[in-house]
Antibody, heavy 120, light 110 residues
Framework: QLQLQESGPGLVKPSETLSLTCTVS??????????WGWIRQPPGKGLEWIGS???????YYNPSLKSRVTISVDTSKNQFSLKLSSVTAADTAVYYC????????????WGQGTLVTVSS | QSVLTQAPSASGTPGQRVTISCSGS????????VNWYQQLPGTAPKLLIY???QRPSGVPDRFSGSKSGTSASLAISGLQSEDEADYYC???????????FGGGTKLTVL
């Protein structure tokens, strides 16, 4: 059974960089059938796609966040990572990593999510 | 402001059939398939419907999806108390080159 697990600091100071890693177990991140993505959910609000990456390193980013986002992949560790720079309180959210199919673009496996709070 | 539009709330009584709607545009629902996610309180979203009307293994056939033009619907028949959750529609958006979500519909089982 595929599992995804987010890890990283739960508290980030304003103007600093948020960094999270998603570890994939029970399957290979190098599968040609899937992208790997990050989605966030501010407290009490809806879901927002941040970006996705293919095992080769190809990336797609949400245009609204593109200038601040970097997603990378480490196939040797079966992990992919998110960096979001110049954070503000508006970036406070639960961050999820998930597997995305290449055909229909749906997310079929999700991590449990990790709350990141931006505060001094 | 979400790209896809959903009513913020819906309700029904046990055993009833309820429908949740999702409205988009030609760049998303109009040209791509629709997916639905169920988010129980305090948990991660779970894939409920993909490809407009396909259920992943383990999802009861009480849940069904449909699409027409730039709109889509999720129907839940035989409503149960455990169906009380937030439901999100989603679709690939050709202009964004990525998936977009609806704002979510909170379903209350009365």
């Amino acid at each position: 059974q595929l599992q995804l697990q987010e890890s990283g600091p739960g508290l980030v100071k304003p103007s600093e960089t948020l960094s999270l890693t998603c570890t994939v177990s029970g399957g290979s991140i190098s599968s040609s059938t899937y992208y790997w993505g990050w989605i966030r959910q501010p407290p009490g609000k809806g879901l927002e796609w941040i970006g996705s990456i293919y095992y080769s390193g190809n990336t797609y980013y949400n245009p609204s966040l593109k200038s601040r986002v970097t997603i990378s992949v480490d196939t040797s560790k079966n992990q992919f990572s998110l960096k979001l720079s110049s954070v503000t309180a508006a970036d406070t959210a639960v961050y999820y990593c998930a597997r995305m199919t290449t055909v229909t673009g749906h997310f079929d496996y999700w991590g449990q999510g990790t709350l990141v709070t931006v505060s001094s | 402001q979400s790209v896809l539009t959903q009513a913020p709330s819906a309700s029904g009584t046990p055993g009833q059939r309820v429908t949740i709607s999702c409205s988009g545009s030609s760049s998303n629902i109009g040209s791509n398939t629709v997916n639905w996610y169920q988010q129980l309180p305090g948990t991660a979203p779970k894939l409920l419907i993909y490809g407009n009307n396909q259920r992943p293994s383990g999802v009861p056939d009480r849940f069904s999806g449909s699409k027409s033009g730039t709109s889509a619907s999720l129907a839940i028949s035989g409503l149960q108390s455990e169906d009380e959750a937030d439901y999100y529609c989603a679709a690939w958006d050709d202009s964004l080159s990525g998936p977009v979500f609806g704002g979510g519909t909170k379903l209350t089982v009365l």
